[in-house]
């Protein structure tokens, strides 16, 4: 009780945040009213709608934790060391592995994201653009070792995300689980092709 | 009256889809029943099913229609003279084609279509063989004009087929309406650039 207080004092808005997160991977976003989080966190519905005006932004504020992660270990990727080919693969290997371990993992959080792409929020549309950023920079990377020999690195970034919308997009890749082909591998290699 | 019961003479099971497909762009399909269809041919629900074991086939049926007709726009194309690279762009702006003009003439129907490829139903599996099929002989053409240098032409069409996918996808196509980049013909390029 007394931590839960602390915690209110120190950051409200990341707790309810943390509390809604926990409340809609158990019982799915849909479900969870703003009476659950508020109750779960001890305090008013009023107080909770201090900090977010509707329920709504409490579903993109989750959704944003979640692509922030995914995000973030993309940008890990980009400054290893490595081709920009490997780089690359790597990428596109990372935002598909985040999308199907929280298949399996979460199934509930899963859902919230594929209602968020269906519906184009815009946590997903900022989510596009920070990809496109980390893609265009190893594609700029890899024009810099001769590997790559693109004119503009920014649609060529765009255009290797759309070929390879099949791993990375939550709704997609389950659409997509019965059919084999093609591989990851291949989609990659076919793009490399592209690009060099 | 007449020509009605001398429809249902000739072939019942085109009539039924005929009349669900009606009814479907008016009502949407979820909310179309076997007794509605039944209604309009002046049948019983009995007998409905004497040619459609459950709601859900007929469903299939109309989708298998609307899927055919693409796949027929396809085939055209294919056959026509001009280059393999012409053709292929001319395949995939048919098919982003017959897409838009689905969601803009007729949502209802385009929503059952949405449907299938959400749950993969079996229609939308063998749509993709079909289309694959088509695109593979394009790329095989071009292979030997010497426009293409592919070893496997079956993977290069399924490869294709993926990288557009956004522009083919009644789904995706929605969420992507408000996204410039890339263009079909940007794609298209990309796609070419890796098979030539």
Redesign the interface.
């Known amino acids: 009780m007394k931590i839960v207080s602390e915690q209110k004092e120190t950051d409200p808005h990341q707790n309810i945040v943390e509390v809604a997160e926990r409340l809609f991977s158990q019982i799915g976003f849909q479900k969870t009213t703003v009476a659950d989080i508020a109750r779960e966190l001890r305090m008013s519905p009023a107080n909770v709608y201090r900090f977010f005006s509707a329920k709504a932004e409490i579903n993109e504020a989750v959704g944003r934790r979640l692509l922030t992660e995914t995000e973030a270990s993309l940008e890990a990727i980009s400054t290893q060391p490595g081709s920009a080919s490997e780089k690359l693969r790597s990428a596109i290997a990372a935002l598909e592995k985040a999308n199907a371990q929280r298949f399996v993992a979460n199934r509930k959080l899963h859902e919230l994201l594929e209602t968020a ?2 519906e ?1 929020w815009p946590i997903v ?1 900022d989510h ?1 653009k920070k990809l496109n950023k980390v893609l265009t920079n190893i594609i700029s990377e890899g024009n810099s070792a001769g590997e790559f020999h693109v004119s503009d690195c920014e ?1 060529a970034a ?2 290797v995300r ?2 390879c ?2 791993f990375c ?1 939550p ?2 890749m389950v ?1 997509c689980a ?2 084999p ?2 591989t990851l591998d ?2 990659v290699d ?2 490399l ?2 690009l060099g």
Do not use: D, K, T, Y
Request: aromatic share 8%; proline share 4%; glycine share 0%.
């Open positions: 792409f269906n184009n549309q596009s649609l765009i255009l759309s070929a919308i099949r997009h709704r997609l659409e019965q059919e082909e093609p291949q989609m076919f793009c092709v592209a």
